[in-house]
């Protein structure tokens, strides 16, 4: 093996991950086992694909088992020889039935053990009793814990693509989009041109959510739609292009003079996310209301004060608790994280290789932060007849607070007329 895939089959591709790289992920994730699984645990068993990614460059459609000692073993049911071109780990193979998985394995040197570790929310569940069935011998163990925390401390290479990310959105949003954006657009218009826009710059074209893939730039909401409704895990009201798709922007939703617009959308490059939420208002600064200001600075005002608190050894709890009462004390409660049904108690999450990761932070969060992991801070105000205000970004934990990955901005209202 050669760090850097410097073989020539890949003429030493940039776009890989070294050897060295993947080696730091594995020893991370085998403390982390350490620390959580117990001793019976010989190891663990990943079968989400952004999981194996992280633990092999490479994104495989089959399973990867890293034991305690030894190298990983990355089986596939399909695409071996693209997995072996992208992953410099030795042990790449194929199986036909999860029943060759055990021989597999130990061919390689790492038998499976008697006691396993998996994410059991990372297989469906037939995927999951037909694995059961063809391991007899093997006793599957909850290890969703180890995965989580493996990927929420980032390593300098991870923050070095995730500030491109986030550089390249800001742009997109702030800058690329004033040129062309003006009231009289329809939402799905506007989210259409942030497409183009995002592309152009060198978005990947696939944001990745928990375990599933979803190719999809975000959302738009204009006016009342940011306070629409809504069933995922999030504040942000929007109508989308359609009730089978509820992303993006409705055809049938214009963005009119004296309106807020509330963008909200993700970035990708090499794999790695950035979150962004920018509002916009349709008029010139003095027409803005001051129901609107108010929210619009108070958001601002949270965004602040919560990065500040990203620091190691905080809990996440205490970064949500300390949005709800600045939202308090600065009387924007009603609205505060979601209008009426669409409230939900938390003002941030973890990102990296998917748009929602660990840690949480919220009411129910019992995560304590520490140093590099990565939080998109989302504070957002739901106002009544209006729509949504908010900004959002995303910020490193360090030991002077939260850094923010989108370099020097501040998150102003932007006026458009």
């Known amino acids: 093996m050669t760090d850097g895939h410097e073989g020539p089959a890949c003429g030493g591709d940039?776009?890989?991950?070294?050897?060295?790289?993947?080696?730091?992920?594995?020893?991370?994730?085998?403390?982390?086992?350490d620390a959580m699984l117990p001793d019976e645990a010989g190891g663990l068993l990943c079968t989400a694909r952004a999981d194996i990614y992280y633990l092999t460059g490479t994104l495989a459609n089959?399973?990867?088992?890293?034991?305690?000692?030894?190298?990983?073993?990355?089986?596939?049911?399909?695409?071996a020889e693209?997995?072996?071109?992208?992953?410099?780990?030795?042990?790449?193979?194929?199986?036909?039935?999860?029943?060759?998985?055990?021989?597999?394995?130990?061919?390689?040197?790492?038998?499976?053990t008697s006691c396993v570790a998996v994410d059991k929310r990372a297989m469906p569940w037939n995927t999951a009793l037909l694995l059961q069935?063809?391991?007899?011998?093997?006793?599957?163990?909850?290890?969703?814990?180890?995965?989580?925390?493996?990927?929420?401390?980032?390593?300098g290479y991870e923050l070095e693509r995730m500030r491109r990310a986030a550089s390249l959105h800001?742009?997109?949003?702030?800058?690329?989009?004033?040129?062309?954006?003006?009231?009289?657009?329809?939402?799905?218009g506007i989210a259409h041109a942030l497409w183009d826009d995002?592309?152009?710059?060198?978005?990947?074209?696939?944001?990745?959510?928990?375990?599933?893939?979803?190719?999809?730039?975000?959302?738009?909401?204009?006016?009342?739609?940011?306070?629409?409704?809504?069933?995922?895990?999030?504040?942000?009201?929007?109508?989308?292009?359609?009730?089978?798709?509820?992303?993006?922007?409705?055809?049938?939703?214009?963005?009119?003079?004296?309106?807020?617009?509330?963008?909200?959308?993700?970035?990708?490059?090499?794999?790695?996310?950035?979150?962004?939420?920018?509002?916009f208002w349709a008029g010139s600064p003095a027409s803005v209301p001051d129901s609107v200001r108010r929210c619009h600075d108070a958001c601002v005002c949270i965004l602040r004060r919560c990065a500040a608190m990203l620091?190691?050894?905080?809990?996440?709890?205490?970064?949500?608790?300390?949005?709800?009462?600045?939202?308090?004390?600065?009387?924007v409660t009603e609205g505060f994280m979601g209008l009426g049904g669409n409230y939900i108690p938390f003002i941030g999450h973890g990102i990296g290789l998917a748009m929602e990761e660990w840690p949480a932070l919220a009411s129910a969060s019992d995560m304590l932060l520490e140093l590099d992991m990565t939080i998109a801070l989302e504070p957002k105000i739901g106002i009544p007849g209006m729509g949504m205000v908010g900004c959002e970004g995303v910020f490193r934990v360090s030991e002077q607070g939260g850094e923010a990955l989108y370099g020097d901005w501040t998150p102003e209202l932007l006026c458009c007329s």
């Not at 049938?252 to 909200?264: E, K, M, N, R």
């Open 311 to 331: 620091r190691p050894g905080v809990a996440a709890v205490e970064v949500w608790r300390e949005a709800a009462r600045m939202a308090a004390a600065l009387h």
């Open 133 to 155: 069935a063809r391991l007899p011998g093997v006793c599957f163990l909850e290890g969703g814990g180890v995965t989580t925390r493996m990927r929420a401390v980032k390593t």
């Open 198 to 279: 995002s592309l152009a710059c060198g978005h990947g074209g696939q944001t990745r959510v928990t375990h599933g893939e979803a190719p999809f730039l975000g959302s738009v909401s204009a006016g009342v739609s940011g306070n629409y409704p809504v069933s995922s895990i999030s504040p942000t009201g929007a109508q989308g292009e359609h009730p089978a798709m509820p992303v993006m922007g409705y055809a049938g939703q214009v963005w009119l003079s004296g309106q807020p617009l509330l963008v909200d959308t993700a970035f990708v490059t090499e794999g790695y996310h950035s979150d962004m939420t920018v509002t």
């Open 62 to 79: 089959g399973l990867c088992w890293l034991p305690r000692e030894g190298e990983p073993v990355l089986l596939v049911r399909k695409g």
């Open 170 to 188: 800001r742009h997109v949003l702030t800058e690329a989009a004033l040129r062309w954006l003006h009231p009289g657009m329809t939402e799905r």
């Open 82 to 112: 693209r997995c072996r071109l992208e992953s410099p780990w030795t042990h790449v193979g194929s199986y036909a039935s999860f029943g060759e998985v055990e021989a597999l394995c130990a061919d390689a040197g790492s038998p499976l």
């Open 14 to 33: 940039r776009r890989l991950v070294p050897l060295s790289e993947l080696q730091m992920r594995v020893e991370r994730c085998r403390r982390i086992m």
